[in-house]
């Protein structure tokens, strides 16, 4: 429901970068690394069930399947780098089972090569890059924190040997300006969406069938990264 990410949608349909020939996103997500507060701690168990995996880079992939349609025959490599972390409130040592880099390349419809990329504990590096690639031009898409979901993302394009330069979002798409660059902003756009759905107009809302969808990608990304 991100407005940015319906225009970039919409921009590559529209035939702004020509032919899809490739995606590369990496994020820099701040959590998943070496700390974790009392409040995130739960996080550091896989078994919780909400780690870098299930959060941040599933909405990621719902975001790639938004711009470009959902990835086949995906590779994965999926690992647990640090398995002992520090919780900052009281100094204790905790086990890490939870997977603090994901990297993954797959076959858009179209035939275009996709890369996604998530480190956890990234603290220096970019927090969120994704860049497009086609026959006449491409996309770079920046974001200001490790969180797709709900980080304020920039655009900029450009068409064959131009240097990229800011897109400006067109009328339309944001229907909250008020609460751009908040974690509100996305949420508003999907709740929006979800009342038209109950008042039977035609909307945009993901249904149930599009979560089980997004879940069956997950599961298969995290059976082929763990040497399935």
Partial sequence: MSPTTRW????????????????????SFPGGGATFTSASAYTADAANGATMMTIPFAHALDMQAVALGELTRTTATIATLRTQAVNTDTGEAIAK?????????????????ASMHFRGGALRTTPFVREIDGTRGSLRITGDVGLPMSAALTVEGAHDQDAFSPLELPAGYDRFPQLAGTPAHNVAHLYAEVAETLWGRDCDAPGFDHAVELHRSIEAIAYRGTGG
Avoid: F
């Fill in 97 to 113: 089972t939870a997977p603090d880099q994901i990297a993954v390349t797959g076959r858009p419809p179209g035939g275009a090569v």
């Fill in 8 to 27: 970039v949608r919409d921009l590559i349909a529209h035939g702004y970068v020509g032919e899809v020939l490739s995606s590369s996103m990496i994020c």
